[in-house]
């Protein structure tokens, strides 16, 4: 009981009641009626202000025992107390009205024994729209008022959103209290800091009472242009009224962030309909309408969008255009105020003009200090933000992204800008798991004085029960905690491609350690145990964190697969990914389009496999077959042939790319791979599902406009890669090199391409030369081969990168270069005499660690050596070759190494994978060194251990000695 007095003091102002308090209800009873107007004039907004009397008649009931009976005025006993809701006739008799009260202002009175709770409400101003009744439409000042004397003084709280967009729903928390009192004199009234704050839309109840306002009237829709001129409408039609991209009127698709469509903005047909729709929106009692772009907005490449206004930035250009389409709609409708979006290209302070000659609203996307700065020099009619906090196209996906501390400040932060209008994207993404924050944000943007740990209490109070609050408060400030200590960019500008983000994967490994996640799930767990059944935030909040759960499972499966590649960690990645799927799949969700209907905010089974959007996607291992990831290193033998005729390539195995992410795992895309003497030969097929772009390509232009062919070569330390489309000529190539591609490295290759029948049929010839070296007989070369349709709609390859990325070696099969004669032993070329010299004196093949400056080259009669001894402090002191050494699985390789000095010294043999990690650390021979040097020879054979790719050899000095190594041999046998 000590609990739930604590919660009632937390948004409340009275406690137990004093001498004078007004008792609403006690013991099972009360005296009051709740009384609302007899007609506001409008019906929805009657239905709204009673259902704030419902609100009140429902949480006295459940807190108290207590039925206070609901009436229209008319029906109300005189002389009985009440609680008089809205506009009542009560009300201006008593000297107190909402008239004069801005939007969403609103109060409580006490007036002897009557308290008045009213506010400004105001109806659908639009005389046509798609959902009349919604009630993001209505201004509900007075139900504003009745949820804020419920928290005050009948111990309620709106503690979870809900799908149910109009009326009473779980989500409204009542706790027993055996007396229900308010102050004989209290006064309460509050205007709002922001009439629009979007959270998202959790509900009625929920958004009236967190401070989740809605601006009727105002049509905050930055991407104006999509609205008005609808892709599927006007395409089929009008092909002419969207952008002009490498030669074709852009029809734009995309599975996973849905249809983003591009306009031919001079077409003078294009600004009418713009502005058309923008004049029925004011007729259709619009007060105000936003222009701005398409998202993801792509310039039309036309000759008159290229001319427009006379200036080459596309961001001008739509300042230009909508300035003067804001103009236009000032003349024609007065009384309407026009926006203009801030965002993407037009995320930056117009040149052209220093300010409007109509009333502008700047809808900014998101808020900057410098954006501000600018502005201010405008003369605005106001500001409107949006916010990028959290979201499933963040790092965070379908988790909680910003705790508390963050919050507060951010909240802090926008309170201080001219800002009065919000679009909180993303703020719903997992709404049960995001529970404390979701229902904190409203309340701190109107006050960020609140304490927070107050509010995380008061709800799991409600939330959950007194006996279970504990464990969902030890649950909650252990995510908060993780929020806080890695924590994503809050307002990061997503059209800004040239910024790296962290990817999905760094961040769920910092933030969502094993034994983190492990101690989450015992307090949820604990908590859940003390919970009644039927609370019915439990199951979409359990259903989240095991998503969760199993994708920060997954995320540490495929770090330890990096770590320590085997076959053993690999099977354990295909378990996590498996599992995941499993749990995706088995989620209850619409049959119509796959929307989850437990927790997730009616997201799609296809982004929850993804992991989000944008930065949200993992992408690699995570959109993979898990049968895929359990194969191991794909490999095949190259058939030697004297060219595309020859009949041996019906030796040549016929080789099915593997599908990734969400592609077709039925396809017939396929290539099969030989060698000459000069060149790597393959043939490929893939089908056609669409018309090839006739479309001039420059070479290492973009080519991904077409299905694309692409070709990956490891030989050394770097990677080739050599792509094509069907088109003749199209050519793409780039050297890759720790992980930079640069596509100014070119070479030459050739590809020859046709279609019969709906199927691409490909030759493509790489000479060796262009792959840096000729492989010798019996050697393997890690390649990939990936195939590819345009949008990345789909995509296969024929080893799975764990990372998704074509280019990461964790996906590179093997492929082997005819037989090795047995008996026949070859040298490996690796400066064994120190010859190979950079200009600053430093060994080419070789470098001392740590310290490559304490090494020392010397003579041994005619030939160089090299003298270094232990560095001091160090935890070791070893002189590497650089360059990795080629070895197979079936191959041995033979070191000898001559020495001397005084002390003692070893033979370091060991493999890394693609990433430099090491795999296999072996140590070799132990020297006991003298003056005479001595030569010593070891063999090791290459261990079939999974991403053991490079050899590598190490002399290491023992403290207190010195090394001199005269020469070092490697020969494979």
Same mark, same amino acid.
């Given at each position: 009981m000590n609990r739930i007095l604590t919660a009632l003091v937390i948004l409340s102002t009275c406690g137990l009641a004093q001498a004078a308090d007004l008792i609403i209800a006690q013991s099972n009873h009360t005296d009051y009626q709740i009384v609302v107007p007899d007609a506001v004039g409008d019906e929805q907004l009657q239905a709204y202000v009673e259902l704030g009397g419902k609100v009140l008649q429902t949480a006295i009931r459940k807190a108290a025992g207590a039925s206070a009976p609901l009436v229209r005025e008319v029906d109300c006993v005189p002389g009985k107390p009440a609680l008089f809701i809205g506009n009542t006739a009560a009300l201006q008799k008593a000297g107190l009205s909402s008239d004069a009260f801005e939007p969403w202002e609103h109060a409580i009175a006490v007036r002897g024994q009557d308290i008045y709770i009213y506010g400004r409400d105001l109806a659908n101003p639009f005389r046509k729209t798609m959902y009349p009744k919604y009630f993001i439409h209505y201004t509900n000042g007075t139900l504003k008022a009745a949820c804020v004397f419920a928290e005050k003084f009948l111990n309620t709280r709106f503690v979870i959103p809900s799908h149910n967009a109009y009326g009473e729903h779980d989500g409204v928390r009542t706790l027993p209290q055996a007396q229900l009192s308010v102050p004989d004199h209290f006064s309460y009234s509050r205007k709002v800091r922001f009439r629009h704050c979007d959270g998202d839309k959790g509900g009625l109840l929920f958004s009236v009472a967190n401070d989740y306002a809605f601006d009727c009237g105002a049509a905050y829709q930055v991407h104006y242009h999509a609205y008005a001129i609808p892709q599927d409408e006007y395409y089929p039609q009008h092909p002419e009224y969207f952008a002009l991209r490498n030669g074709k009127r852009l029809y734009h698709r995309d599975p996973v962030h849905g249809a983003r469509p591009q306009y031919c903005l001079s077409n003078p047909a294009v600004q009418e309909l713009i502005y058309q729709n923008a004049l029925q929106?004011? /007729? /259709? #009692?619009?007060?105000?309408?936003?222009?701005?772009q398409s998202d993801g907005f792509l310039g039309c490449e036309c000759a008159n969008c290229t001319a427009m206004y006379g200036v080459s930035d596309w961001g001008e250009k739509l300042w230009l255009l909508h300035r003067d389409l804001a103009v236009r709609l000032h003349q024609e409708r007065p009384g309407v105020t026009t926006a203009i979006a801030c965002y993407g290209p037009t995320h930056q302070l117009p040149q052209a003009f220093t300010k409007f000659s109509v009333p502008m609203i700047i809808d900014c996307a998101p808020v900057t200090d410098e954006l501000l700065a600018g502005w201010q020099k405008f003369a605005l009619l106001g500001m409107a933000a949006w916010t990028y906090y959290t979201g499933s196209y963040k790092a965070c996906g379908f988790s909680p992204g910003i705790g508390f501390a963050e919050m507060k400040a951010e909240a802090g932060k926008m309170r201080a800008t001219p800002v009065t209008s919000l679009y909180n994207c993303g703020l719903k993404n997992v709404s049960s798991l995001n529970g404390p924050w979701y229902y904190a944000y409203g309340r701190l943007l109107e006050n960020p004085a609140l304490d927070t740990d107050r509010l995380l209490a008061d709800y799991c109070l409600f939330a959950f029960g007194e006996p279970a609050a504990p464990h969902f408060e030890r649950f909650f400030r252990l995510l908060d905690a993780r929020m806080d200590q890695h924590r994503m960019s809050a307002n990061e500008d997503y059209n800004d491609f040239s910024k790296k983000r962290q990817s999905a994967l760094d961040f769920w490994l910092l933030r969502y350690p094993p034994e983190v996640v492990a101690e989450l799930g015992r307090h949820l767990t604990a908590g859940a145990e003390l919970c009644e059944e039927s609370n019915s935030l439990l199951p979409p909040l359990t259903a989240e964190f095991e998503y969760l759960s199993r994708t920060a499972r997954v995320c540490h499966a495929i770090q330890a697969m990096h770590d320590q590649p085997s076959d053993t960690t690999r099977e354990k990645l295909a /378990?996590?990914?498996?599992?995941?799927? /499993?749990?995706?799949?088995?989620?209850?969700?619409?049959?119509? =389009?796959?929307?989850?209907?437990? #927790?997730?905010?009616?997201?799609?089974?296809?982004?929850?496999?993804? #992991? #989000?959007?944008?930065? +949200?996607?993992? +992408? +690699?291992?995570?959109?993979? =077959?898990p049968q895929a990831l359990r194969l191991k290193v794909p490999s095949l033998a190259a058939v030697r042939v004297k060219d595309f005729a020859d009949p041996a390539w019906a030796q040549a195995p016929v080789v099915r790319v593997q599908a990734l992410k969400n592609s077709d795992p039925a396809t017939e895309a396929s290539f099969q791979l030989a060698y000459t003497d000069a060149a790597l030969l393959l043939k490929m097929l893939a089908p056609l599902p669409e018309p090839v772009e006739q479309t001039t390509v420059l070479p290492d232009g973009n080519l991904w406009n077409n299905a694309v062919w692409e070709v990956f070569v490891a030989t050394g330390a770097d990677i080739r890669q050599f792509v094509f489309n069907p088109l003749a000529d199209s050519r793409f190539d780039a050297c890759i090199q720790a992980g930079r591609h640069d596509a100014k490295w070119n070479t030459s290759w050739s590809q020859q391409s046709s279609i019969r029948n709906g199927k691409w049929q490909a030759e493509l010839t790489i000479p060796f030369a262009a792959c840096s070296r000729t492989p010798e007989a019996g050697e393997r070369w890690a390649m990939q081969i990936a195939h590819s349709t345009p949008g990345a709609k789909s995509l296969y390859a024929w080893g799975i990168p764990l990372s998704g990325s074509f280019a990461d070696l964790s996906g590179f099969g093997k492929v082997k270069f005819g037989d090795r004669p047995k008996g026949v032993t070859r040298a490996i070329d690796i400066d064994g005499d120190f010859s190979a010299v950079r200009s600053d004196g430093s060994l080419v093949h070789w470098v001392l660690r740590p310290n490559p400056q304490a090494l020392e080259r010397v003579t041994a009669g005619t030939q160089t050596a090299v003298k270094f001894s232990y560095v001091p402090g160090s935890d070791y002191t070893g002189l590497y070759s650089i360059p990795s050494i080629p070895l197979e699985t079936d191959e041995t390789a033979v070191i000898k190494v001559r020495i001397r000095g005084a002390g003692n010294a070893s033979l370091g043999l060991g493999w890394k994978d693609a990433g430099g990690k090491w795999v296999v650390n072996a140590g070799g021979e132990k020297y006991a060194l003298s003056d005479q040097a001595q030569e010593y020879t070891t063999e090791i054979i290459r261990p079939e251990v999974f991403g053991a790719e490079r050899f590598y050899v190490t002399v290491f000095v023992a403290k207190d000695s010195i090394v001199v190594v005269e020469s070092i041999a490697v020969s494979i046998k």
């Open positions: 929106r004011a /007729d /259709d #009692g619009y007060k105000v309408i936003e222009f701005g /378990d996590a990914v498996e599992a995941r799927n /499993d749990f995706i799949a088995a989620l209850p969700a619409r049959e119509s =389009d796959q929307r989850i209907t437990l #927790g997730f905010q009616f997201a799609q089974k296809l982004h929850l496999r993804l #992991g #989000g959007s944008m930065a +949200g996607i993992f +992408g +690699g291992a995570f959109n993979c =077959d």
